[in-house]
């Protein structure tokens, strides 16, 4: 679809599916969209997206309107209108900048589900391929979604508990010892070297699935970051004073509508691709 384009260059900018795989075009621009709005959430800098999108008629126009729109609507969610927030408009759901820590355990269950939402992917891929050892035993496989699921439910408990029970520490020791397993049938090395090996990989796999899901912290930290520059640059305008305030804040906006628009968008390139 041709709105969709400007989407699937990014996906295979990463790398084309190959045949008989998931496509993930679809859930790439949804999921884009998605995490661009919540952390570049204003209506007025959504509207400049979207205005810039059709003034410059390119391929790119349908990735402007897109991202645009969604951060008109996470706008009006979070109350923020050009940098104001809750001043013009109250915010519809919470504003990020008077509710950080709300905001961080959003985007903590959202890298969850996504993590999982990835290797539930994977795990059809290789299926697909008929690598059903694979799909069922391996770090990307349904071990690794069970190991991934026993730790985050281990230390949710542990968190409000204080307490790590023999049955938080089976939710990660099976599905370990199972992917161990899975790597050491792999790797066909002298026995020294199989030893470490399958270990630096089985450790690999719990550091793998904790760095993917604390990196959607970011998620919350630009919505927080947007809020931010936006203070900074109202509170250099007042240092100003008028006329040239209001010259620093049409530019400041700018500033933050181009750079701060620019880094976020990298930002959701670097959570889709790893």
Not at 56 to 79: D, V
Not at 107 to 133: P, Q
Request: charged share 10%; hydrophobic share 55%.
């Amino acid at each position: 679809h041709p709105y969709l384009a400007p989407f699937a260059d990014l996906v295979n900018n990463y790398g084309t599916p190959r045949y008989g795989e998931f496509d993930p075009t679809l859930l790439f621009t949804a999921t884009f969209i998605l995490m661009f709005g919540s952390m570049f959430g204003d209506v007025g800098h959504g509207a400049l997206i979207v205005g810039a999108g059709l003034y410059w008629r390119t391929k790119f126009t349908p990735f402007f309107l897109a991202a645009g729109t969604s951060s008109i609507i996470f706008g009006f969610l979070y109350g923020s209108i050009f940098g104001f927030e809750e001043v013009v408009m109250p915010a519809l759901w919470l504003s990020p900048i008077h509710n950080p820590n709300i905001m961080l355990e959003i985007a903590l269950y959202w890298g969850c589900g996504f993590v999982l939402l990835a290797t539930m992917i994977t795990v059809v891929n290789r299926w697909r391929e008929g690598n059903y050892a694979a799909a069922l035993l391996n770090n990307t496989g349904i071990a690794g979604i069970c190991l991934y699921i026993g730790g985050f439910i281990a230390i949710k408990q542990w968190m409000q508990t204080d307490n790590f029970s023999t049955d938080q520490q089976l939710f990660i020791a099976i599905p370990l010892l199972i992917i161990l397993s899975y790597k050491w049938y792999e790797n066909k090395m002298p026995l020294a070297e199989r030893i470490l090996v399958t270990l630096i990989e089985g450790l690999e796999s719990l550091l793998n699935y904790l760095a993917n899901t604390l990196s959607f912290l970011r998620v919350a930290a630009f919505s927080l970051n947007h809020a931010a520059l936006a203070i900074a640059v109202f509170t250099l305008a007042g240092m100003m004073g008028s006329p040239a305030d209001w010259l620093v804040i049409i530019l400041g906006n700018l500033f933050i509508v181009i750079l701060e628009g620019a880094i976020v968008t990298i930002q959701v390139l670097r959570l889709e691709y790893y």
